[in-house]
């Protein structure tokens, strides 16, 4: 979106007569602003421009709304905005090491600086409605990136899944330790170890169930960008839609459920989701959500609750329970399934890379050509890493 073709609604004008009144006495430099011919290699940061509202909001401010002059970029500079305040050029620049005021002889203008930055945080309180509406303008378009955070939470997935496997060694060690036991080892070592096994037990069951959380969020988050990149959303306004749905509408954007191979995945992790995910999120009542128990000749039998079972009647009996290994064992099945055939390619996208997803590229096919064969998603990936590297050291 080229930042000058932006139609502003009748009602934002009055926002942007506020917005510069509350800049005055601030205007972009002229013909009658004090400052030396070298002013751009000779000006140096001020301390008051360090705070400065965000890089974006500076310059949707003064060159979006309200017009200023930017001079564009040079060597590690991405934008350089010249104002003058009180008729002495200042200039807003967002450079390698971050946005600030910069003049010539700092020390002599910090509190002419200070003076700066305070009409600006003004002017971006005040131009606040500016910026929703600039906001809702490029989500409903696809000229936006979508952040990546796949290689985190596949790591936090890893290390949980690291973490129950190795307490799941010790507790078979320590059964097969004991089961060599003479009853006379047995009977002197009870006291000192008769807890242990229950420990270990219980540390299984909590990084179980660290290892399930991680599993759901991490597939919630890559399901949105698998989407993406395999053509099925576009627009800004497709990716907040499908990131506010559940983990069942996410899977079904990526997989056909028709595939037989998809739908036992998604039937039997959706009964772990339901029993495991669940079980914590609502009150940790019991993986079936057993919340009662009445009282009968039999003893105490347990209720389960209607919203764990997705019925609206209270009941007896419900699905068998999925236990901690079966579920993880099913799980770890899935991540292979998740990078096979022709999801592969994402693979090296979203893991190798942790670039964001750029949904211009989804929108004019680039992505769907790239997905046709790992080499293609290669040579995508290495041609935008080179480009975002260079972006981040400003190296025009």
Known sequence: MDDKSLNLPE???????????ALQPIRPAGETTAA?????FSSQRTDAGRGLPPYYLVYFLLVDLLEFR??????????????????????????????????????????????????IHKAVKVARPYFEWRAETAVAESKLNVKNHTNELGERFKYFLSEYKSVVDSIRSEEGRRKDLSPEEWMSGCNTFSSEPYMLTERATWLAGAVIDAFFSFTEHVFIHLAILQGKIATGNEVASLAGADWATKFKAVFDLKDSTAKRFYDDLTEIRRQHRNFVAHGSFGKQGEAFTFHSGAGAAPVLLPHMRGTQKFALTGPLTVEDPEAIKTILSFME????????????????????????????????????????????????????????????
């Not at 009602?11 to 009144?21: C, I, N, P, S, T």
């Not at 030396?36 to 751009?40: F, G």
């Not at 620049?93 to 305070?118: M, T």
């Open 36 to 40: 030396p011919k070298n002013l751009l």
């Open 70 to 119: 930017n001079l564009g970029r040079f060597e590690k500079l991405a934008w350089s905005v010249p104002i003058d305040y009180n008729g002495k050029a200042f200039l807003i620049e967002h450079r390698k090491f971050g946005l600030g005021i910069f003049v010539e002889d700092p020390a002599a203008h910090e509190k002419a600086a200070a003076e700066v930055a305070v009409r």
């Open 337 to 396: 399934f998740l990078w096979a055939d022709e999801r592969e390619p994402a693979r090296i996208y979203l893991q190798r890379t942790s670039l964001p997803v750029i949904m211009t590229m989804a929108a004019d096919g680039t992505y769907a050509r790239a997905m046709q064969s790992c080499e293609e998603m290669e040579s995508l990936a290495e041609h935008l890493v080179g480009e975002w590297d260079r972006s981040a050291n400003m190296d025009w």
């Open 11 to 21: 009602h934002l004008e009055g926002v942007r007569v506020a917005a510069k009144r």
